[in-house]
C-alpha cells in the first residue's frame, strides 16, 4: 500500500525524479539537525511517550520529520532512494506514517527496536510481508525525537 501511495505522488509530480529537479535539491541548504524541533517542553523525553503523541497529533508529527525526509522503497526488485518534503509529506491521501486507526484497519503489527540510546526503529507488518512492510527510523536530537528515514520493504 505504501508502495502504491509512493508511485502515485512520483506519478503526480509530487516527488520529481528528473535529474534538473536533483540538482537543484542538491544546492539547497540543508535544514540544521534542531530545526523544527518543538521545545523540549513540547517534546517528550521518553520514546514511548513521543511515539504516542506522534501517531495521534498530526501538526506534532509533521513538526518532528527531518526535511528533506529520506526515504527508500523497492519497484520492480530495485531499491529506489528519494526524498519528501515538507508538502509532499503532508499532502497524500493518506498518511505516510499509519494513524491507530489505519493501523487497526490494516492490522498492521507494530514492533519497536532499540538501536542505540538515541536511534529507534518502528517497524509495521501486516500478516503478508509484501502486502506491507514499512520501517520507520527515528533519531533524537538534542532533547526531542525525529523522523529521518523511511524505508518500504514490501515487495
Known amino acids: 500500500m505504501a508502495r502504491f501511495i509512493l508511485a502515485l505522488s512520483i506519478a503526480l509530480g509530487f516527488a ?15 535544514p540544521a539537525a534542531s530545526e523544527n524541533v518543538p521545545a523540549p ?19 506534532f508529527q509533521v513538526a518532528v520529520v527531518r526535511y528533506p525526509l529520506q526515504i527508500a522503497f523497492m519497484d520492480d526488485g530495485v531499491q529506489i532512494k528519494d526524498t519528501l518534503n515538507r508538502m509532499q509529506y503532508t499532502k497524500p491521501r493518506q498518511p505516510w506514517y499509519p494513524t491507530p486507526a489505519l493501523q487497526a ?32 527510523h527515528f533519531q533524537k536530537a538534542g532533547s526531542c525525537w525525529r523522523l529521518v528515514f523511511m524505508d518500504d520493504r514490501a515487495q
Open 41 to 59: 517542553k513540547d517534546c517528550p523525553s521518553k520514546f514511548e511517550q513521543f511515539l504516542e503523541r506522534f501517531e495521534t497529533d498530526f501538526t
Open 105 to 136: 484497519q490494516w492490522e498492521l503489527r507494530k514492533e519497536v527496536r532499540t538501536v542505540s540510546p538515541t536511534k529507534r526503529v518502528v517497524h509495521f507488518q501486516q500478516a503478508d510481508p509484501e502486502s506491507y512492510s514499512v520501517d520507520f
Open 16 to 30: 520529481c525524479p528528473h535529474e534538473a529537479w536533483g540538482q537543484a535539491k542538491a544546492k539547497r541548504k540543508k
